[in-house]
């Protein structure tokens, strides 16, 4: 067998190695002769000098992980010669988490017991495998309560993740009553009295608690859901026992109606694409939507990364393809420079990609998607002496990445101090996209769209409930089609429980929230203050900027700590903001502890373009009229059918706003050079803007 390097000749480096899922680790490592094992290359690289570069070439195969394959400080490079991990051209190469299921593994489901659970249509359908003769030895138990995805393995079928088998199939059951709130550990109580509640049909009726039955909901808030295992279901009044106690009670904290499904029951297995494991006799279940004799199923198995770099430095991995896993996709751990460039991360049951610590790692031209508690993680940089990690994630796509936690699991949180967020495109998930914690990160370039589809009291990017956080600029994005009306109110940015100190700057806004209960918008700010929006662009949004400010007794008892706020450790254990380099750094938290009676605390706006908007602004917003441009009908878009809101150059925006400066538009989302060649088609669906509205209102 010949194998091609897939290395033109001006880039042959003096030591590389091959690798093959046919080869041999026997073998010398050569393109003609390949080793077998990532294991193998490793050792052979570490054998190298580090004053020359060294590359392990993948060839195209499935590489089983049945555990994480780790590389460490031993095999970094250096500045000069970075170590690379790489896909010969042209291939692709797998790493999975998990077993390849052959079709003979699958048979017909003849046991009475099981046969009478099944829906009687789904039963001619309805294949099953023996977990034990497939190589799955030990599955963990499901706990009484959780977030995320149970602790059973996932089945894939020609990559695309199927449907641990629910009710109701699409959706949500609505709660009809709620007859005992239970305990609300959140709140201090440790009571643990599971909640009652009442439920409509007779669905639940078929249910086998004795099998176990768990219900994934929002119990009390549409920003916060769990799942809890099912005690008792009364039939003759037709309600439900939990077995354990909501985090925030059985409650109707949110306008919207309570709601649940139920997960992974034999008798919900009733149309193609469903799976069910019974963990008690170690068997799968599962109704192809498509015959399995030449499909790829995958069911995962690992629960840690595939991939996992712990202290290495100056590391390239690119172009390889990880998926599968329980766990993370890949972890970077400590180290400086790795670079994890033009890879293909998906269905993982955690994040994608998680980076902690270290410095300068580089996240690049990456497809994340599938993915089941969030996309990327970046956390770095020194938060008490407020030094730079100088992560960046840049040119990826992310999509569907809350797929089992639908709640804080977003595209990319963003940690620590100094890191970069930028011309990503980010979309479709029920909540929130980016998440930013800590000090000095810049967010820019990015697109984000159709996410906070199915939450409330959300924003599409939030900060929040720590003011140390500060010195974030949030500038140059395209926020579009965010959130739905719930009742509640949602935001595109959101700054939440006293938050301040951070910059908004030459954003475009379309159809980006809603008003709710009367104070959210579109960027809104909960409680705080020492905002600064500028030169950004609303459109048909119904209220551009929002804001709930907070008291001066409200203000004074989360300083004191009181009312579920912990800012005396936030702002004087964690870091101490009395104290430089945040005082220095951040003026504004001068006397930040100690405020005077009366003071005022505001938000700056200047610049910004409101068109066809339902109202300006409202709460501590403070704008001027000559620094605020309001208008009913188009300013002059270049092609607003279309989605693109750049301004022509005779706009009278320009004009009426001579502060106002052009929004590049077209160096927003993602772009093509060697790492992405191809980009994803960006066709704009969307019904154009309405040409003629109520007039904005300050």
């Not at 480096?13 to 094992?37: K, L, M, Q, W």
């Not at 001068?590 to 005077?596: I, L």
Request: hydrophobic share 35%.
């Amino acid at each position: 067998m010949s194998f091609a390097s897939g290395i033109s000749d001006s880039s042959v480096v003096p030591s590389e190695f091959h690798i093959d899922p046919h080869g041999d680790d026997a073998n010398p490592g050569t393109a003609e002769r390949p080793f077998a094992s990532l294991e193998r290359a490793r050792e052979a690289l570490r054998q190298c000098g580090s004053d020359q570069s060294r590359c392990a070439v993948l060839h195209s195969g499935t590489y089983r992980r049945a555990e994480t394959f780790r590389l460490s400080a031993e095999d970094s490079g250096s500045a000069a010669h970075p170590v690379e991990w790489r896909a010969a051209a042209g291939s692709e190469v797998r790493l999975i988490g998990g077993v390849v299921l052959a079709a003979s593994a699958f048979e017909p489901v003849r046991n009475a017991a099981a046969l009478a659970r099944l829906d009687v249509t789904a039963r001619p359908h309805v294949l099953k495998v023996d977990l034990h003769g497939a190589g799955v030895h030990a599955i963990d138990e499901t706990p009484v309560k959780f977030r995320g995805a149970p602790p059973l393995p996932e089945l894939f079928f020609n990559d695309e993740r199927m449907t641990l088998a629910r009710w109701p199939n699409e959706g949500w059951a609505t709660i009809a009553k709620i007859i005992d709130p239970g305990a609300s550990p959140r709140t201090g109580d440790e009571s643990g009295k599971p909640g009652v509640f009442e439920y409509e049909g007779d669905r639940p009726a078929r249910w086998n608690t004795d099998a176990g039955v768990w219900l994934h909901g929002y119990w009390c808030y549409d920003w916060y859901e769990e799942a809890i295992q099912v005690a008792s279901i009364d039939r003759q009044k037709r309600q439900i026992r939990l077995a354990g106690p909501s985090h925030y009670g059985l409650h109707q904290g949110n306008p919207s109606p309570r709601r649940y499904k139920a997960i992974n029951l034999l008798e919900e297995l009733d149309q193609p694409g469903e799976y069910y494991v019974d963990p008690r006799t170690h068997t799968l279940y599962f109704w192809p939507p498509a015959p399995i004799a030449n499909a790829r199923i995958v069911l995962s198995t690992l629960k840690e990364p595939v991939l996992a770099l712990d202290g290495a430095s100056h590391v390239v991995v690119r172009g390889l393809t990880i998926e599968a896993s329980m766990g993370d996709g890949v972890q970077v751990r400590g180290g400086e420079d790795v670079r994890l460039q033009a890879c293909l991360i998906r269905n993982t049951r955690e994040r994608g990609v998680t980076v902690s610590g270290g410095s300068a790692h580089r996240v690049e031209a990456c497809d994340i998607h599938h993915t089941g508690t969030g996309g990327l993680l970046l956390d770095g940089g020194d938060r008490k002496s407020l030094t730079a990690a100088g992560h960046g994630a840049v040119n990826n796509h992310i999509w569907r990445f809350s797929e089992h936690q639908f709640t804080y699991a977003s595209a990319i949180e963003v940690h620590g101090v100094g890191n970069r967020v930028a011309h990503n495109l980010l979309h479709d998930a029920p909540h929130m996209a980016i998440g930013i914690k800590g000090n000095d990160h810049v967010i820019e370039f990015n697109i984000v769209h159709t996410v906070c589809t199915e939450t409330d009291d959300a924003g599409a990017c939030y900060k929040g409930r720590d003011p140390s956080c500060r010195g974030n600029v949030i500038q140059y994005n395209f926020w579009h089609h965010i959130g739905k009306p719930m009742g509640h109110g949602n935001a595109a940015i959101y700054f939440d429980d006293g938050d301040g100190g951070d910059r908004v700057i030459g954003n475009v806004f379309f159809r980006c929230g809603d008003p709710g209960m009367g104070s959210f918008g579109t960027v809104f700010s909960h409680g705080g203050h020492d905002l600064v929006a500028e030169n950004n662009l609303f459109i048909e949004c119904r209220r551009a900027l929002g804001s709930a400010p907070w008291n001066d007794a409200v203000w004074a008892k989360a300083l004191r700590g009181e009312d579920g706020h912990f800012w005396t450790k936030l702002l004087l254990q964690d870091v101490d903001i009395t104290q430089p380099p945040f005082t220095t750094r951040y003026p504004a938290l001068v006397g930040f502890m100690d405020p005077k009676p009366g003071q005022p605390r505001e938000s700056r706006a200047k610049n910004n373009v409101m068109v066809m908007c339902g109202q300006a602004s409202g709460g501590n917003w403070r704008l001027n009229s000559s620094e605020t441009m309001v208008i009913d009908h188009d300013p002059g878009f270049i092609n607003a059918t279309k989605g693109d809101f750049r301004l022509r150059a005779d706009s009278q925006v320009f004009t009426a706003l001579p502060g106002f400066t052009a929004i590049p538009m077209e160096k927003m989302g993602l772009y093509s050079d060697e790492l992405r060649p191809r980009l994803p088609a960006r066709e704009w669906k969307y019904p154009p803007p309405v040409q003629a509205a109520a007039p904005c209102g300050h």
